[in-house]
């Protein structure tokens, strides 16, 4: 692939990914709750034994941001903190009000990706996400090559 046409795929690929950020951000912002908030939502929904790490590791949100969503919704009755032997980490469940707030925002946006991943073929999804775990892993060797090289 020549160079420019691969700069044209790139930027049809960033325009893409950023629609996709917006898509969340929107929902969120309809469905009355912070980002954050949705994800660690969508985040209990996926695995009901999740930590603050576990968040933290899986959506790229720093520790405090993540620390301010779990104890506004812990203060909002939504998560029980229970700790575990490991005393710096906490295992985050819903309270049956959390579940209820979880319904009505993080499943829906579950139940829309579901939607949408039923319009491609098994074949396609498992391509889809092939690609881009692979595109994702040659990246971010990438970058890390080229930023130590520009040190």
């Known amino acids: 692939m020549k160079k420019n046409n691969a700069r044209k795929k790139l930027w049809e690929y960033n325009t893409i990914f950023k ?3 917006e898509i969340y ?36 949100y720093p520790k405090q941001t993540v620390n301010s969503a779990l104890k506004r919704l812990e203060s909002d009755g939504c998560i029980v903190l229970s700790e575990m032997e490991d005393r710096r980490s906490k295992l985050i469940s819903l309270t049956p009000k959390g579940a209820e707030l979880a319904e009505k925002t993080a499943d829906i946006i579950i139940e829309a990706e579901l939607a ?13 996400v092939g690609l881009f775990r692979k595109y994702t892993e040659l990246l971010k060797n990438n970058v890390h090559c080229k930023v130590r090289e520009k040190r």
Do not use: H, M
Request: with cysteine.
């Open 25 to 60: 951000r929107y929902a969120a912002k309809e469905l009355g709750i912070p980002d954050c908030t949705l994800w660690i939502l969508y985040a209990l929904r996926a695995d009901e034994k999740v930590t603050q790490k576990d968040i933290c590791g899986a959506l790229y």
């Open 19 to 21: 629609e996709n950020d």
């Open 116 to 128: 949408a991943l039923s319009g491609l073929t098994e074949e396609e999804q498992e391509t889809f």
